[in-house]
């Protein structure tokens, strides 16, 4: 089956019972065995019939054999994570999610997991990294906000021929535009909260694996832990996701119209987008990616104030999260990123005037108008500075 057919006609797509097109949602924390251990369905932590509709789904989408549901794309991570133990070493992609550092950070380490952060598009400097107690390797790609592209083929083989896991959050793209399983990859994870829902009205975390074994193993976890997603989220998801391939076509397009805008808008001096020619990871996301994504971040003239910019746009919501029909659009420096020291954060190369758009399904005339009179205010606003004679930040 082709990717558009499985959205409809994947996983368990009508109901064994009633035959109805749309999963119930089956609000049962329990269900009679009328012969002990003949059941399918015991307790709905440990399975239910709406979320098992949702994990079969996304195992079909992501070219799995096991697909699992959580509360949360953070509570899908930890309940990775917990796959290792004390003492385990792991290589991270240097700009992951904020939350899934935070969680490395504040709580793995406390259960003696030991973390070596690498630019995975280095592939000598992940091979570098690895110790003998290192178990897995996690990335995303493309990265937040940068929007760096690793090449996953190249990874997961360097996890393969030192006996490691390799790992990546597939968020940024979701399975219409990169399935890394089938490059090789062993555990594909994702925030459903972001284009898997793709309606900005569900939090939801998603893990498929190929391996049936691996899969057991994460079922065990989600079972034993019980971060689950919920019956009714999980019919919700379900439904977001069978629109995600007209979705997407419509977010990649507007992507690159507004891709071709800003190239061309004098006040933009960088701009971080994969199906940009000109990005040195170009090739690569060519090679792996099925489109460019729908992420673009850019930088404005140094000194240029983003906060002029994005409080003057009217179209586009000024709001964190990404993935969502509705372009959103924020600044990492004081929002996404605020958490990190100012110094570390201009290291890893983001800007006081980095913005980061996620693009979304709105006409793109009026997405390119709404930046034009954004733009055009800040023109505005730089020339009342500098006529000025008063400078109040001086
Ligand atoms: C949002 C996000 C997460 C966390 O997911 P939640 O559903 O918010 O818990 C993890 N990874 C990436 C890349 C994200 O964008």
């Known amino acids: ?14 109901d064994a019972a009633t035959g109805a097109t749309s999963i119930p949602i089956y ?4 269900f009679h065995q009328k012969k002990i251990g003949e059941n399918q369905y015991e307790y709905s932590r440990s399975g239910n019939p709406t979320r098992e509709a949702v994990e079969k789904l996304i195992a079909d989408l992501e070219d799995g054999t096991r697909g699992f549901a959580f509360a949360s794309g953070s509570a899908a991570i930890d309940t990775v994570f917990s796959l290792f133990s004390a003492g385990d070493h792991f290589i991270v ?8 550092f935070r969680l490395i ?15 995975t598009r280095d592939l000598d400097a992940v091979a570098a990294a690895i110790t003998p107690a290192t178990k897995a390797i ?4 493309p990265t937040n906000p940068l929007l760096k592209v690793t090449d996953i083929a190249a990874v997961a083989q360097i996890a393969k021929d030192h006996g490691l896991l390799s790992i990546i959050d597939n968020t940024f ?10 490059l090789g990859v062993d555990i594909v994870l994702h925030s459903a909260s972001k284009y898997l829902g ?15 074994t691996l899969g057991d193993k994460i079922g065990y976890l989600q079972n034993a832990i019980g971060g689950i997603l919920a019956p009714q989220e999980s019919w919700l998801l379900q439904r977001g996701m069978k629109t995600l391939s007209l979705r997407m076509r419509a977010h990649l397009a507007n992507a690159e119209a507004i891709f071709n805008y800003l190239n061309h808008q004098p006040l933009v001096s960088k701009i971080y987008y994969p199906g940009d020619p000109d990005n040195p990871d170009y090739e690569i996301a060519k090679k792996q990616m099925h489109g460019f994504g729908a992420m673009i971040s850019f930088e404005l003239q140094p000194g240029l104030d983003p906060k002029a910019f994005v409080e003057h746009l009217q179209v586009i919501t000024l709001a964190e999260s990404l993935g969502a029909l509705e ?3 924020e600044i990492p420096a004081v929002m996404t990123h605020g958490s990190i020291p100012r110094a570390t954060r201009l290291k890893t190369g983001i800007q006081d005037e980095l913005i980061r758009l996620s693009v979304g399904v709105e006409d793109k005339k009026d997405l390119i108008a709404d930046l034009e009179a954004g733009f055009a205010a800040l023109q505005r606003s730089t020339q009342n500075v500098s006529n000025s004679s008063v400078h109040p930040q001086a």
């Open 1 to 14: 089956m082709e990717f558009d057919t499985k959205l409809l006609h994947g996983g368990i797509s009508e």
């Open 27 to 30: 609000m049962a924390s329990t």
């Open 93 to 100: 992609g240097n700009d992951v999610y904020g939350g899934t």
């Open 105 to 119: 950070d504040a709580v793995l380490k406390r259960f003696g997991m030991t973390f070596t952060i690498v630019d």
């Open 138 to 141: 996690y990335l995303e790609t």
């Open 173 to 182: 793209s979701s399975p219409f535009v990169q399935r890394p399983l089938e």
């Open 198 to 212: 793709g309606h900005s009205d569900v939090i939801a975390g998603l893990v498929v694996t190929k391996d049936e």
């Open 327 to 329: 372009s959103l659009i």
